[in-house]
């Protein structure tokens, strides 16, 4: 008897284990997140966003400036460079499978890259449950640090134009929170 619950207790751990690691969260893009992050109730996030240089920053890619870059690093087209889309799209290169037929690169720097891919943690019940979006794929900033630690993946050195990144200058300059109710 107690073999067979020790059995259980495995097989139950691996299926746990499984389903959170093996069923790949995909990235369903910006659409999918500013359906319900657009009133004023929920923060306005999609409206912020779309007025920050995220949004803008694929757009970037094509310009001339871009494309002056890129030549002097030997780079045809920066718009199709994994060098230069890397911290322009996603901040990382993500496998094409994890992409939802419904994403779109050209959205730049969109709230999945920050957040986590969104397939698992998008519906409403787990969205109000904080632990649970973030055992569905949500991003854990647990705290400032960690914030401004992600920010410098892509706002460093690497960064062909970078000059400094004053975390709390440039936060102010994104930030998005949910009002507090009174
Ligand atoms: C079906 C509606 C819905 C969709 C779709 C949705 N959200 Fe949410 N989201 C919510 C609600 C409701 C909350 C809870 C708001 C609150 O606590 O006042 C929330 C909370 C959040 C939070 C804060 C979590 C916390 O508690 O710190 C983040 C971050 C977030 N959503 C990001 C996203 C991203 C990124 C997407 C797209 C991949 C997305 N949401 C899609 C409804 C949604
Ligand atoms: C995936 C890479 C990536 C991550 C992660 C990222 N950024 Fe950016 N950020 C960019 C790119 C690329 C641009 C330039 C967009 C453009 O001008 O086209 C940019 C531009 C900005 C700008 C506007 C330009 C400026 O210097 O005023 C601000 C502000 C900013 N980011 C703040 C942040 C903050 C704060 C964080 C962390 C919470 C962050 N970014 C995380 C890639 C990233
Ligand atoms: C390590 C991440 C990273 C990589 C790699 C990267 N960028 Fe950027 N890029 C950024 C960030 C962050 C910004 C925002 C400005 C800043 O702080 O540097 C930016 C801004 C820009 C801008 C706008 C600058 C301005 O002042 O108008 C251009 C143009 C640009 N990048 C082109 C490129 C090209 C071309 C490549 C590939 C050769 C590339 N970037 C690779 C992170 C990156
Ligand atoms: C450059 C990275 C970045 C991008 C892009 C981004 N966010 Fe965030 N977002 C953050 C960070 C960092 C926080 C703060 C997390 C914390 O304090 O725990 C945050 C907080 C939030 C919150 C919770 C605010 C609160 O008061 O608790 C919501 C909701 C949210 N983001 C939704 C979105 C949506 C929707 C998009 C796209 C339209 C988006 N974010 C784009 C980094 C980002």
Redesign the pocket.
């Given at each position: 008897m107690r073999k067979l619950t020790v059995i259980l207790t495995i097989l139950a751990v691996f299926v746990a284990f499984q389903s959170s690691v093996f069923s790949q969260n995909k990235y369903?893009g910006k659409k999918?997140?500013v359906?319900?992050?657009s009133t004023e109730k929920?923060g306005k996030q999609g409206d912020i966003w779309q007025k920050s240089k995220h949004s803008q920053a694929y757009i970037t890619l094509t310009t001339d400036k871009a494309k002056e870059i890129a030549k002097a690093k030997g780079i045809a087209n920066p718009a199709e460079a994994k060098e230069c889309l890397e911290c322009h799209t996603l901040g990382k290169t993500v496998d094409a499978s994890l992409l939802d037929s419904k994403f779109d690169i050209k959205e730049g720097v969109q709230?999945?890259t920050c957040?986590g891919p969104?397939s698992g943690y998008?519906?409403?019940p787990v969205?109000?449950d904080?632990a649970k979006?973030i055992a569905a794929g949500?991003t854990d900033f647990k705290d400032p640090a960690t914030i401004e630690a992600y920010c410098r993946t892509c706002h460093n050195e690497k960064s062909p134009t970078f000059k400094d990144f004053v975390f709390k200058e440039r936060w102010e300059l994104i930030k998005h929170p949910?009002p507090k109710s009174e």
């Open positions: 369903i999918g997140c359906m319900c992050h929920a709230c999945e957040h969104g998008k519906s409403m969205m109000k904080k979006a949500l949910i």
